[in-house]
């Protein structure tokens, strides 16, 4: 049989191999022959085993590297598989091209020379590849140190036992988040080998033994889990993901890491609350998307302080909270959706401020649904008179509006608009905390009640009437009642009240608003 032809079939049989992935194993001690290109012969040869790590994890073969002539010779496979190499074979040409990226290595079998990225180049020690034949099995064996270093890797040598450590450093590619900003994807050159640790609300991801050529702050690549991140080279082989964590948000409880063979993820996973009810509570606006704003008071704020209170009072009666943002960022009405319905949540509760371009006596509080009937309906009249009997504002009711968050959630889902920022009246309240916290507390009472309605209602605070100056003449102004006769511009004295009444009143939170606030608040 010609050279040639038997390097054909050896080809073809190699590719079969590779496609199956199965390999026949060199036994221990077992003679091992080198093919003689001038004489077409195999001829035992004399040669020690050598164990392999990659990247400091002990790396196996079904056939042995083999240290012959003070060189390392490893099958072709091994170089392929852990580098991420390409290997193909010109039969003519007894050559075999590996390649990974932009670096090539062509050997010749039975040849001291190579090439590496086009140019010519001696072997170390002369030492060629070759084909190795050993119990029936053949296979190409290749010079470690010369293929993996031309691929971009690092080769260290070590004594008793002989051992070849190879090295390679990964690498940042990309920093991705998902439509419904629960997941990040980190994609890397290689695959991805991560060390977690936590300190207070700081999630710590090491990728081990990779480098950076600079930091990068990712703080926009926005996620419901984390309010701020960036990544940047800890030491000489580590590249450190630092993520802030919302509030809500922990490692192991409904935050979770993956590795991959591209790289690792960083998720939001829905917490096991062991049958608890989830309720989405979404602050409209944010970030760059302020919403209504006038007189300096811009509406992304006041939806997220109402809120945050929201999410507090629905934790404290049990309820499990998911918040569309905690503080001024980014994400989409979609986003918003996704996540709710990610979570496969039970209700879903926008809050917003309003506005009209058309007038600037519009007044009042109304709720919003897709469409009336059945449970998005029964939850919005409930929200939508607890919120009333909180503030004392008109009523403007429940209505039906196309609008995303509603139409787009897979739970009964409401929108609440608190009031009209274009409207002095109302804007002068929303403008105040005070006003916030009661508006806090009428949303939670009417999600509460329907939740639970047989429920303890959360006690509004009680309102102390601020002291206004007296006037400078002896006489009170005067101001006439609707009946025409006159009273005195100034509240009226508190009735006392008896020991059993004041047993029953409970722990409030006493504000003193302006004399402003209060004709249009407290009286």
């Known amino acids: 049989m010609t050279l040639k032809k038997h390097f054909l079939i050896l080809a ?3 590719v079969c191999l590779f496609s199956i992935f199965v390999f026949s194993a060199f036994a221990e001690d077992e003679i091992i022959s080198f093919y003689d290109f001038e004489k077409n012969t195999y001829n035992a040869i004399s040669y020690s085993r050598v164990a392999m790590t990659y990247n400091r994890k002990e790396l196996k073969s079904d056939v042995p590297a083999i240290l012959v002539s003070g060189r390392t010779l490893v099958p072709v496979r091994v170089i392929s598989e852990t580098l991420g190499a390409t290997v193909t074979f010109d039969g003519a040409k007894h050559q075999v091209n590996i390649k990974k990226g932009s670096n090539t290595v062509v050997l010749t079998l039975g040849s001291a020379k190579a090439q590496k990225n086009g140019k010519t180049v001696e072997l170390p020690d002369g030492v060629p590849a070759t084909l190795a034949e050993s119990g029936g099995a053949e296979r190409t064996m290749i010079p470690l140190r010369f293929v993996a270093e031309g ?91 630092e993520f802030n964590l919302r509030d809500s948000f922990s490692l192991g409880k409904n935050v979770a890491v993956e590795t991959s063979s591209t790289g690792f993820k960083v998720s939001a996973v829905r917490e096991k609350n062991d049958g608890k009810i989830i309720v989405v509570v979404d602050p409209g606006h944010g970030y760059g998307d302020p919403g209504a704003t006038y007189k300096g008071v811009d509406e992304k704020v006041v939806n997220l302080e109402v809120a945050l209170q929201v999410e507090e009072y629905l934790k404290k009666e049990g309820i499990t909270v998911i918040m569309t943002r905690n503080d001024d960022s980014r994400i989409t009405l979609v986003e918003r959706a996704l996540l709710a319905n990610e979570y496969q949540a039970d209700y879903y509760v926008s809050i917003h401020s309003n506005a009209s371009t058309t007038t600037n006596t519009a007044s ?17 009249n409930s929200v939508q008179k607890a919120v009333i009997f909180a503030t004392g504002a008109k009523d403007r009711g429940v209505k039906e509006e196309n609008l995303a968050v509603l139409r787009d959630t897979n739970m009964p889902a409401v929108l609440v608009e608190m009031g009209f920022l274009s409207t002095e009246a109302d804007r002068l309240l929303l403008a105040t905390h005070e006003y916030r916290s009661i508006l806090a507390i009428g949303i939670s009472n009417g999600v509460l009640n329907h939740i639970f309605p047989e429920r303890e209602q959360i006690p509004l605070p009680v309102v102390e009437k601020p002291e206004e100056e007296e006037p400078e003449d002896e006489e009170s102004v005067k101001e006439p009642e609707e009946n025409g006769e006159t009273r005195d511009n100034k509240p009226a004295e508190e009735p006392v009240k008896n020991e059993s009444e004041t047993d029953k009143t409970p722990a409030s939170i006493i504000f003193k608003p302006s004399p402003e606030i209060w004709r249009k608040f407290g009286e």
């Open 12 to 14: 073809a049989c190699l």
């Open 151 to 241: 691929l971009g890797a690092e080769v260290d040598w070590k004594e008793n036992p002989a051992t070849a450590i190879i090295t390679q450093k990964n690498s940042v590619i990309s920093v991705t988040n998902s439509k419904s900003n629960r997941v990040i994807t980190v994609k890397t050159a290689l695959p991805a080998v991560v060390k977690t640790s936590v300190e207070g609300k700081k999630l710590y991801i090491d990728l081990q033994i990779s480098e950076v050529s600079s930091g990068y702050d990712f703080s926009k690549v926005a996620a419901v889990f984390y309010s701020g991140g960036k990544y940047y080279k800890l030491d000489d082989e580590t590249v450190r993901f």
């Open 364 to 380: 009042g509080i109304e709720t919003y649904i897709i469409k009336k009937g059945g449970k998005a309906e029964t939850l919005a």
